[in-house]
C-alpha cells in the first residue's frame, strides 16, 4: 500500500465535502470552494469527517495514482480552511513593489518592456489569489495569498520569474529563505 494513500484525511468543521459518481470532490470552506476530478479507478470514501482514498489493485500505475489521488484531495481541504502562502523578497537598489488597486506593480530595473518604455510591470490579481506587499522593510516583502496550492504557486513562479536572482550581486525576487548560490566576480589583472 501507498504510505501516503492510506492515510486517512480529515475533514476539519466548517468544510463541506462532497463526491459525486463521476469522481469529482467538491470543497467547500470559508476561504472558498474548490473541485476537482480524481482518477476515476481510485474510490473516495466518506465516513463522517474522515476520508480515505483506495486503489482497486496493486498494479504499479494504480499505486502512484493513489498517493496522487489523496494528495489532491488534502491540498483542496487544507486550501479551504487555511490556504496556502508563498512568501518572495525583493533584493537590489531601487527595486520595489507597490500595490495599485488590485493590480501589483513591480519596479525592477526594466526600462524597456515588450520595446515599449516603461517603468512598472503590472500584474493583475487572480481571482482567489491576494496580494499584499510590506514597503517598509528590508527586503521589501511580497505575500501570495489563496485557497488552491497549485496557483499560489504558479502565480509565485511568474513573480519571480520577472527578475531572478542573478548570482553575482543577488539582486532580484526570491522565495523567503531561498539560498541564491553567489559567483565570485573577475579577479582582474595581475601585473606584467
Known amino acids: 500500500m501507498s504510505r501516503i494513500g492510506r492515510m486517512p484525511i480529515t475533514i476539519p468543521a466548517g468544510v463541506e465535502f462532497k463526491v459525486d459518481e463521476a469522481n469529482v470532490v467538491t470543497v467547500k470552506g470559508k476561504l472558498g470552494t474548490l473541485s476537482g476530478k480524481i482518477d476515476p479507478r481510485m474510490t473516495v470514501k466518506v465516513d463522517g469527517?474522515?476520508?480515505?482514498?483506495?486503489?482497486?489493485?496493486?498494479?504499479?500505475?494504480?499505486?502512484?495514482?493513489?498517493?496522487?489521488?489523496?494528495?489532491?484531495?488534502?491540498?483542496?481541504?487544507?486550501?479551504?480552511?487555511?490556504?496556502?502562502?508563498?512568501?518572495?523578497?525583493?533584493?537590489?537598489?531601487?527595486?520595489?513593489?507597490?500595490?495599485?488597486?488590485?493590480n501589483?506593480?513591480?519596479?525592477?530595473?526594466?526600462?524597456?518592456?515588450?520595446?515599449?518604455?516603461?517603468?512598472?510591470?503590472?500584474?493583475?490579481?487572480?481571482?482567489?489569489?491576494?496580494?499584499?506587499?510590506?514597503?517598509?522593510?528590508?527586503?521589501?516583502?511580497?505575500?501570495?495569498?489563496?485557497?488552491?496550492?497549485?496557483?499560489?504557486?504558479?502565480?509565485?513562479?511568474?513573480?519571480?520569474?520577472?527578475r531572478p536572482p542573478e548570482p553575482y550581486h543577488g539582486k532580484g525576487i526570491r522565495y523567503a529563505g531561498e539560498n541564491v548560490r553567489r559567483k565570485a566576480g573577475k579577479a582582474g589583472k595581475t601585473g606584467k
Open 104 to 162: 501589483l506593480l513591480l519596479y525592477l530595473g526594466h526600462s524597456l518592456v515588450n520595446g515599449v518604455p516603461q517603468a512598472a510591470l503590472t500584474i493583475p490579481q487572480p481571482e482567489g489569489i491576494t496580494f499584499e506587499v510590506a514597503e517598509k522593510v528590508v527586503p521589501i516583502t511580497i505575500t501570495v495569498k489563496g485557497a488552491d496550492k497549485q496557483q499560489v504557486g504558479q502565480i509565485a513562479a511568474v513573480i519571480r520569474g520577472k
Open 49 to 102: 469527517a474522515t476520508v480515505t482514498v483506495e486503489r482497486p489493485s496493486d498494479e504499479k500505475e494504480l499505486r502512484s495514482i493513489h498517493g496522487l489521488s489523496r494528495t489532491l484531495i488534502n491540498n483542496m481541504v487544507v486550501g479551504v480552511s487555511t490556504g496556502y502562502t508563498k512568501v518572495l523578497e525583493i533584493y537590489g537598489t531601487g527595486y520595489r513593489a507597490t500595490m495599485q488597486g488590485k
